[in-house]
């Protein structure tokens, strides 16, 4: 079996484009799976519409993005472990793609970010110049989107909880020292709306914060907001082409 696991804080507006384009993934498949949203103390629809959508809700009150997938992936009842974010549409050549991988015997694998819709231009510059590093250079997965085995997930001890941002870094590198670690060709499609709804200066000081303060500056959601304040464009993106269905 196939466990999608899917951490969710109000996400009403992203989250039926996520779900519909994981669900036509998982179908084309013709595997068994589960969708299991791990609703974070959603205060709007989020709940309801995971619900209505077919998929395992998993309530938790963390605040705390590592612990969040770690309680999905104790709830999951599959071999396989898929982590998408609320805001990201997958396709069915990122699970097709991704249980080829693990049959060729790579220990996990994620899949480069493209952003959906218009965002500034500063921005692209930036999301150029960090997927060259994180992804080309680098070789890493994006919390968005990574898979694994059950056996792999435990044996790394999941995502590592002292950290509230940058975990997938650190899993991705324990994922490496038990073998290869795949990038997927085709990108994703994730939310740009963090970088439409901050500024460059925002953005841009707390990437280099985070650069430079290491583990440190990842231990606590003090300096974290870009991440943990919640806040949310209102209009919903339409599923990815060829990725969802009803």
Same mark, same amino acid.
């Given at each position: 079996m196939l466990s999608f696991i899917v951490p969710a804080y109000n996400e009403e507006h992203e989250l039926p484009g996520a779900l519909a384009s994981i669900r036509a993934a998982a179908e084309a498949t013709a595997e068994l799976f589960e969708i299991i949203v791990v609703d974070d103390g959603s205060t709007d629809a989020t709940v309801e519409i995971a619900r209505d959508a077919g998929a395992v809700v998993v309530p938790v009150h963390y605040r705390h993005i590592a612990a969040v997938r770690n309680a999905g992936a104790r709830a999951a009842r599959g071999?396989?472990?898929?982590? /998408?974010?609320?805001? &990201?549409?997958?396709?069915?050549?990122? /699970? &097709? +793609?991704?249980?080829?991988? $693990?049959?060729?015997?790579?220990? +996990?694998g994620g899949a480069p970010v493209a952003t959906e819709g218009v965002i500034p231009i500063w921005s692209r510059v930036f999301v150029y110049i960090f997927c060259l590093c994180y992804? =080309?250079?680098?070789? $890493?997965?994006?919390?968005?989107?990574?898979? &694994? =085995?059950?056996?792999?997930?435990?044996? /790394?001890? +999941?995502?590592?909880?002292?950290?509230?941002?940058?975990?997938?870094v650190y899993f991705t590198m324990a994922l490496k020292k038990m073998g290869r670690f795949k990038l997927l060709r085709e990108p994703i499609i994730t939310s740009g709306r963090k970088l439409r709804m901050h500024s460059a200066r925002h953005i841009l000081g707390r990437s280099f914060a985070i650069a430079v303060g290491g583990k440190s500056a990842v231990r606590?959601?003090? *300096? $974290?907001?870009?991440?943990?304040?919640? *806040?949310?464009? &209102? *209009? =919903?993106?339409?599923? /990815?082409? +060829?990725?969802a269905s009803g």
């Amino acid at each position: 079996m196939l466990s999608f696991i899917v951490p969710a804080y109000n996400e009403e507006h992203e989250l039926p484009g996520a779900l519909a384009s994981i669900r036509a993934a998982a179908e084309a498949t013709a595997e068994l799976f589960e969708i299991i949203v791990v609703d974070d103390g959603s205060t709007d629809a989020t709940v309801e519409i995971a619900r209505d959508a077919g998929a395992v809700v998993v309530p938790v009150h963390y605040r705390h993005i590592a612990a969040v997938r770690n309680a999905g992936a104790r709830a999951a009842r599959g071999d396989i472990f898929f982590f /998408v974010d609320a805001d &990201t549409c997958i396709l069915p050549a990122h /699970v &097709t +793609g991704a249980l080829a991988a $693990l049959a060729s015997g790579c220990a +996990g694998g994620g899949a480069p970010v493209a952003t959906e819709g218009v965002i500034p231009i500063w921005s692209r510059v930036f999301v150029y110049i960090f997927c060259l590093c994180y992804f =080309t250079a680098a070789n $890493l997965g994006a919390g968005a989107f990574l898979f &694994t =085995t059950r056996e792999n997930f435990q044996r /790394v001890g +999941g995502f590592d909880e002292q950290f509230f941002a940058g975990e997938e870094v650190y899993f991705t590198m324990a994922l490496k020292k038990m073998g290869r670690f795949k990038l997927l060709r085709e990108p994703i499609i994730t939310s740009g709306r963090k970088l439409r709804m901050h500024s460059a200066r925002h953005i841009l000081g707390r990437s280099f914060a985070i650069a430079v303060g290491g583990k440190s500056a990842v231990r606590s959601r003090a *300096k $974290l907001d870009i991440w943990y304040d919640g *806040k949310r464009e &209102t *209009k =919903t993106r339409e599923p /990815v082409s +060829g990725g969802a269905s009803g």
